[in-house]
């Protein structure tokens, strides 16, 4: 909706459309950042184990039960944790908390409906008890001398299936997300929102030379903005390189010399647009001339021996 | 008016629902206080109105992508995971679920093949004469050997009778192979392999218990073990091969009957107000939704069947109780299946009506 082009296919991006009518995207979870939840909340639930084993022994609490007696008692919770912990660990938490897990938490991610609204608990409960089948295919150790002296079904886990089977579809479900109609979204918490400044006095000047009338449309006011939002990652000729497309044609358009700086014609327009007190739409006194930009030299064209025209060519 | 000055202006706004987020997602809605609920309302919505109007304001895309993180987030938190219902669960339980069983052609068609392989392997492995070493072939001679050490003793002088560890230790293994055996349902012959082998083993084992080659007494307190728990475990197994047999046929064919169909199922395509895409009803994926949907009851009541099987196996099956008494718990059991599966499940009209 916002591009003209059909993003959401190639972006991950999925469109939600709320009861208030506004759409808004969620980008959905590929399967490596998902793995790494999978592999966090794993770790912590053996961390856990763990923990719990070594208050029980170590501690001594585990002793203590044994001389009051409730050594059974004891076993008998601690069977029924490890049965729980196994099986409902992840949708207990998804349950609670809203769709996260500690895992998923940490990586900024949630689970949803296939809607974008919130899971209730029996899709949390069947999107996890499906993790089970994520493991097939499992195979049995293929050497002779490999199964020897092992505990009976010595079988690989493979989870060719909670690979495959995202790749099938375009929100990268698995098995479990698929019968109980769920996704994994990204839910980015912490995020830079800015406008980009423009701190060369140069291209607030230059931006006084752009005609008072001309009004950019749409789609060059998407392309400026996102030119000059991540020009700090390039190098001079990298910028050059890639301003060039729009600014050549938009110099011409203006009646610049064609030696002004590409780059800094397009900060200069976004000043204009976004940052500029004036407004856009050419209601400004139209006092400036551009004839006095022939006159003298340019100040605002590239030096001739920067590394712009020496790399570019 | 000039983008960086609105920009300026809502920021604050922003802000203040971010943090607003923030509380909500760290602490209970109550603790939060109705001002300040209402005031994340007001301007969530304020949000999605600068995000509907973003592109006539042409603000900058970075912008744009931080409005739809910012919605998406308050989303979240405004739209939560609902609690479950608990006061319905009484009807669900002994109305709807008893009635879906009964006609669930899958679970009818799990109950014969259980019960076929079931009897058959249990004929065979009790005329060894006939079929010699057919129950070590099945079950495994070391499995036997183990079996027949294990109830060389009367249940009740093992492991010191009934204990809660042995309860726990129950719930879990076998709660744990019923969810496996449903979970498999899905790839149809995954979930019928692990039937058919449960019903093998398990057959073979009572089999070769009551075959001439084991001994009188060994044989009578296995069956003295096993009788009371054996309607519960045998029946829950059954109904969770059935429930994922279910997912797995939805899946396989997405014909569902229109009769058997809610209202809100029925193939109506959905459209949404931005999507011109209509949905062609009962796609796989649909199919398989509806599918799950129709096979969780079923599961929940093979879970409970589970953890009742599981606590008479733990605490009356190995307890010091006359061995009348347990056949009349696993009377009384039967009955209560009975009446449960045919009696409240029995298809009628008023279920229409209500």
Known sequence: ??????????????????????????QVAGPFRRLLA???????????????????????????????????????????????????????????????????????????TDEGEPINLF????????????????????????????TPEPVVVTFLFALIVPIFNQRFQRIGDLVAGTMVVIEDRSWLMKIAKIEDDRARLLADYIPPNFVAPRSMVKAVATYVERRRYFTTARRREIARHLAEPLLEKFGLPADTSYDLLLCALYYRTFLSKHSADGTKEDSQLLGDLTQQSNPYSAAPNSPVTAQSK | MKVAHLIEKRRVYWQELENLC????????????????ARFAALYRAACADLALADSYQLPPNIVDYLHKLVGRAHGQLYRSRRVDW?????????????????????????????????????????????????????????????????????????????????????????????????????????ICVLLYNAAVLGATFGHMASPNVSEEVSEHFFEFVTAHGPFELTAIVLAAGAGLRI??????????????????????????????????????????????????????????????????AWISPSSLPEQVKQVVAIFCSGLLMVYFIVLGYPRRESDAA
């Open chain 2, 248 to 313: 797995g046929f939805s899946l396989i064919s997405p014909y569902h009957k229109e009769e058997s169909l809610l209202p809100e199922e029925l193939p109506e395509g959905e459209e949404s107000l931005f999507d011109k895409s209509r949905r062609v009803a009962y796609e796989r994926i649909d199919s398989l939704r509806i599918g799950a949907k129709r096979a969780l009851p079923v599961m929940g009541a093979s879970a409970i069947l589970f953890i009742l099987a599981a606590m008479i196996e």
């Open chain 2, 22 to 37: 923030a509380q909500m997602a760290n602490s209970r809605k109550k603790t939060i206080g109705a001002r300040n609920i």
């Open chain 1, 123 to 150: 899709q949390s409960a069947v999107r996890n008890l499906f993790r089970y089948v994520d493991m097939w295919p499992m195979v049995p150790l293929p050497f002779a001398v490999m199964r020897e002296e092992m």
């Open chain 2, 87 to 191: 006061s319905k669960i009484g009807d669900i339980l002994f109305r709807q679920i008893p009635r879906e069983i009964f006609q669930d052609r899958c679970v009818q068609l799990t109950f014969w093949l259980f019960w076929m392989v079931f009897l058959l392997a249990g004929f065979m492995a009790a005329n060894p004469d006939r079929f010699p070493n057919f129950a070590a072939d099945i079950v495994g001679a070391e499995n036997i050997d183990m079996y027949e050490q294990m109830y060389a003793d009367a249940p009740s002088s093992r492991n010191n009778g009934p204990t809660a560890s042995g309860a726990a230790f129950y719930v879990n293994h076998n709660t744990g192979i019923g969810i496996k055996c449903f979970v498999v349902g899905i790839t149809v012959i995954g979930g």
């Open chain 1, 1 to 26: 909706m916002v591009a003209p082009w059909n993003t959401e296919a190639i972006d991950s991006q999925f469109k939600v459309v709320t009861p208030e009518n506004i759409a808004f995207n969620y």
């Open chain 1, 38 to 112: 999978f592999l966090l909340d794993l770790a912590i639930r053996a961390a856990v184990i763990l923990a719990f084993f070594i208050v029980l022994s170590i501690a001594g609490v585990g002793s203590i039960f044994v001389s009051a007696g409730l050594e059974d008692l004891m076993f008998a919770l601690m069977t029924l944790a490890a049965f729980f912990f196994n099986w409902f660990y992840m949708a207990a938490f998804e349950y609670w908390w809203n769709g996260t897990t500690p895992g998923k938490w940490l990586l900024n991610l949630r689970v949803t």
